[in-house]
T-cell receptor
Framework: DAKTTQPPSMDCAEGRAANLPCNHS???????VYWYRQIHSQGPQYIIH???NNETNEMASLIITEDRKSSTLILPHATLRDTAVYYC???????????FGRGTQLTVWP | DTEVTQTPKHLVMGMTNKKSLKCEQH?????MYWYKQKAKKPPELMFV???????INESVPSRFSPECPNSSLLNLHLHALQPEDSALYLC??????????????FGQGTRLTVV
């Protein structure tokens, strides 16, 4: 599975959009980009995933560049409850394995 | 229902004890996973079950013994653990082990302390 690079931490004001970047320059054509988040001491929560097209659901939007070497998770109106560690994962393996990198600690402040 | 239920939520055990962690899902998922997470670290994959068969063991010590009695249930049997095994143990499931296009759902974990 391709490795990912994320900034270790980011801040965002409540009500503003949070844009979390992820680099995955070695991604191959059949590998999906997944985003999860983990609020302190809870299990990881699925957010969104995509292959090449931009995706949107009730939680977030995922923008994948045309060359697929990077992506951005967008939380359109961040709230204090969005404070968490956000993991970008490139999933290429079968058997559904997810390998977590270090993630980005997002802190939303009032 | 996208719930994966883990019991117990907290467990304290001595190094000579035998205990088991339990994980259940009723979503019809055919892949189930155990992860271990130490404080301030990302989750690390331990085991993968695909259609109730152990498919991946990430070189986990034998004091951890997984079991999948049926498609809804996953156990992790613990024996002769060390204090460094203290961690949050996470269970997850996903619908189809053979596709990359399917999300995994995680339980809330069991916080294990070995004394």
């Amino acid at each position: 599975d391709a490795k990912t690079t994320q900034p270790p931490s980011m801040d965002c004001a409540e009500g503003r959009a949070a844009n979390l970047p992820c680099n995955h320059s070695t991604i191959s054509g059949n590998e999906y980009v997944y985003w999860y988040r983990q609020i302190h001491s809870q299990g990881p929560q699925y957010i969104i995933h995509g292959l090449k097209n931009n995706e949107t659901n009730e939680m977030a939007s995922l923008i994948i560049t045309e060359d697929r070497k990077s992506s951005t998770l967008i939380l359109p109106h961040a709230t204090l409850r969005d404070t968490a560690v956000y993991y970008c994962i490139v999933r290429g393996s079968t058997l559904g394995r997810l390998y977590f990198g270090r993630g980005t600690q997002l802190t939303v402040w009032p | 229902d996208t719930e994966v239920t883990q019991t117990p939520k907290h467990l304290v055990m001595g190094m000579t004890n035998k205990k088991s962690l339990k994980c259940e899902q009723h979503m019809g998922h055919r892949a189930m996973y155990w992860y271990k997470q130490k404080a301030k670290k990302p989750p690390e994959l331990m085991f993968v079950y695909s259609y109730e068969k152990l498919s991946i063991n990430e070189s986990v010590p034998s004091r951890f013994s997984p079991e999948c009695p049926n498609s809804s249930l996953l156990n992790l049997h613990l024996h002769a653990l060390q204090p460094e095994d203290s961690a949050l143990y996470l269970c997850a499931s996903s619908q189809d082990p053979l596709t990359r296009n399917t999300e995994a759902f995680f339980g809330q974990g069991t916080r294990l302390t070995v004394v």
